[in-house]
Structure formats: structure tokens, C-alpha cells
């Protein structure tokens, strides 16, 4: 495991809590598009990657990182929250 969450981390993790398989290719063609229209992921689903990231990592994430729109940014609040460690 590294300090930063790639997204082939990302995909494993939307697979695991949302059930919906997105490749890492994927997610990075389409780090803009919104979750919801193009992957069918909603917030809900983001709350279970958010709480298994904490638990991965022992770091709380940031406030609403679940209200994240998009792929990219998620992952830029995740790993902002893991290099800060707050």
C-alpha cells in the first residue's frame, strides 16, 4: 500500500462497495465525468470507499469527500487528506 490512492485502488474499491466494475482506464478517460452519469455510483457508494479508505489508511478523510463529483475529484481529496494526515 502506498501513501497515495491510485486508481487502480480506486476501482477496486468502487467495485468492492459499489459493485459496479469501472477499470482504472476507465477512470482515467473519464476522470471528469460525474460519477453518478457515468459510472452509476452515488454518494452512498462513495461513503463505503470513504470509511474503507479510513480504515485502510487509519486517516480520517475530508468532510463530504462522498459529495465528490468526479473520479479526479475524489482521489485529489483523498490523497490531499493522506499527505496532510488530517
Known amino acids: 500500500m502506498s501513501d497515495r490512492i491510485t486508481v487502480e485502488e480506486l476501482s477496486e474499491?468502487?467495485?468492492k462497495a459499489a459493485?459496479?466494475?469501472?477499470?482504472?482506464?476507465e477512470l482515467l478517460r473519464q476522470a471528469?465525468?460525474?460519477?453518478?452519469?457515468?459510472f452509476?455510483?452515488?454518494?452512498l457508494a462513495l461513503l463505503g470507499i470513504v470509511g474503507e479508505l479510513e480504515n485502510r489508511y487509519g486517516t480520517p478523510m475530508p468532510p463530504d469527500a462522498e459529495k465528490s463529483k468526479t473520479p479526479r475529484q475524489f482521489l485529489e481529496l483523498a490523497n490531499s487528506a493522506l499527505l496532510t494526515g488530517a
Do not use: Y
Request: zero cysteines.
Open 32 to 38: 471528469d465525468s460525474g460519477f453518478d452519469s457515468a
Open 40 to 43: 452509476g455510483i452515488d454518494s
Open 13 to 15: 474499491l468502487i467495485r
Open 19 to 25: 459493485g459496479v466494475t469501472v477499470s482504472p482506464e
